[in-house]
């Protein structure tokens, strides 16, 4: 992704893009970009293709949890529908001139660019619900505003199919917590899911807005919401989800304000091996989670092995 071969691809000058855009136009490939039109749309598609990707293995290896073979048949569904997901992001990328193979099958796991709550395992059934009640709530919500607002056609069009099934998963998270949240054990095997899981995903949406570092994403069109309000309509459906089913979460709604405010220290402090937040120890900086982000967590080289072994055993590969 240097400069050079960005500004060989992408033919237009930057103002012939935003004339093309004011146009009401939309971006079809190469011939309607430019080297940072490009190099955006890359970045934004690729942490797309690899959360949906890296969901795959996480999902996995909850699914083995299943009550019953039903279950696991509905897991096996979503599954399939995220390595769908994957492969239409990957499939745009090839097309905007990266090297496919490398990029899912070569590339060091680190590199791999999803959330850092992905890293983190998914050990039991619950755990999984409670992964589709409120992850794939943050893909649908990413997602939506992508679908609404992005100025690269092959990759809207192809969102219509994609938000549909992120419904269906999220619907099959909330499905099982109100069923698991009648019984009082079930409740507490939720909560303490949750109470790891929620502050994964409210760091999911990025650094807050006066942090941002990709601006194109905003001013291009790649997207329409910054990440601090795409947090707060993630919120907007989480938080009175599981106050109506009597779980607890660290937010609520400041009806003076007419947001959602944080209840506890964030960004904070994560230890990944108990899975706990170390909410005592106050508020951090971001330039402290990045570190984690970067390092990446747990489960990172135990996934992507998972997804290339395939590739890296075979000789099926594509003709030179
Ligand atoms: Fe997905
Ligand atoms: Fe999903």
Same mark, same amino acid.
């Given at each position: 992704?240097?400069?050079?071969? &960005? ?23 190469? *011939? %309607? ?8 749309? =890359? ?5 797309? $293709? ?10 996995? =290896?909850?699914?083995?949890? $299943?009550?019953?073979?039903?279950? /696991? ?10 390595? &769908? %997901?994957?492969?239409?992001?990957? =499939?745009?990328?090839? #097309? ?5 193979? +490398? ?8 590199? /791999? ?11 039991? +059934?619950?755990?999984?619900?409670? &992964? ?15 679908? =609404? ?21 999220? !619907? %099959? ?14 409740? @507490?095997?939720?909560? &303490?899911?949750?109470?790891?899981? /929620?502050?994964?995903?409210?760091? +999911? ?7 941002? *570092? %990709? ?32 779980? !607890?979460?660290? @937010? ?17 402090? /994560?230890?990944? #091996? ?6 005592? #120890?106050? @508020? ?7 570190? !984690? ?7 990172? !080289? ?19």
């Amino acid at each position: 992704m240097v400069a050079t071969a &960005a500004q060989e691809l992408a033919p237009l000058t930057e103002d012939q893009v935003r004339e093309h855009l004011a146009a009401g136009k939309l971006v079809e490939g190469l *011939q %309607h970009m430019s080297p940072s039109y490009l190099e955006g749309m =890359r970045r934004i598609l690729t942490v797309s $293709a690899d959360t949906e990707f890296v969901s795959a293995p996480s999902y996995l =290896r909850a699914a083995g949890h $299943a009550p019953a073979l039903n279950n /696991f048949g509905s897991a096996m569904s979503i599954i399939q529908d995220e390595l &769908a %997901h994957a492969h239409i992001g990957y =499939r745009l990328l090839g #097309d905007l001139g990266v090297d496919m193979d +490398w990029l899912i099958y070569e590339r060091p796991a680190q590199q /791999f660019k999803y959330p850092y709550a992905f890293d983190v395992p998914l050990n039991s +059934w619950v755990e999984l619900v409670c &992964a589709n009640a409120m992850y794939d709530q943050a893909g649908f919500v990413l997602l939506s505003d992508v679908y =609404r607002s992005s100025t690269f056609g092959p990759w809207k069009r192809a969102l219509a199919k994609v938000d549909k099934e992120e419904t269906f998963h999220l !619907r %099959h998270g909330r499905t099982w917590l109100k069923k698991l949240c009648k019984d009082p054990a079930g409740r @507490a095997e939720v909560q &303490a899911a949750v109470d790891w899981m /929620f502050i994964l995903t409210l760091e +999911w949406f990025g650094l807050p807005d006066e942090r941002k *570092q %990709h601006s194109e994403q905003l001013d291009f069109g790649f997207k329409g919401k910054s990440n601090d309000e795409l947090r707060q309509w993630w919120m907007s459906e989480v938080v009175p989800f599981m106050q109506e089913i009597g779980i !607890r979460v660290p @937010a609520h709604l400041d009806e003076g304000l007419d947001r959602y405010v944080i209840d506890c220290p964030f960004p904070a402090r /994560f230890d990944e #091996d108990k899975r706990e937040w170390l909410l005592e #120890d106050g @508020a951090i900086d971001w330039d402290d989670v990045l570190v !984690r982000w970067r390092a990446r967590g747990p489960m990172n !080289r135990d996934y992507v092995t998972t997804l290339q072994r395939g590739y890296q055993t075979t000789s099926l590969r594509r003709a030179a």
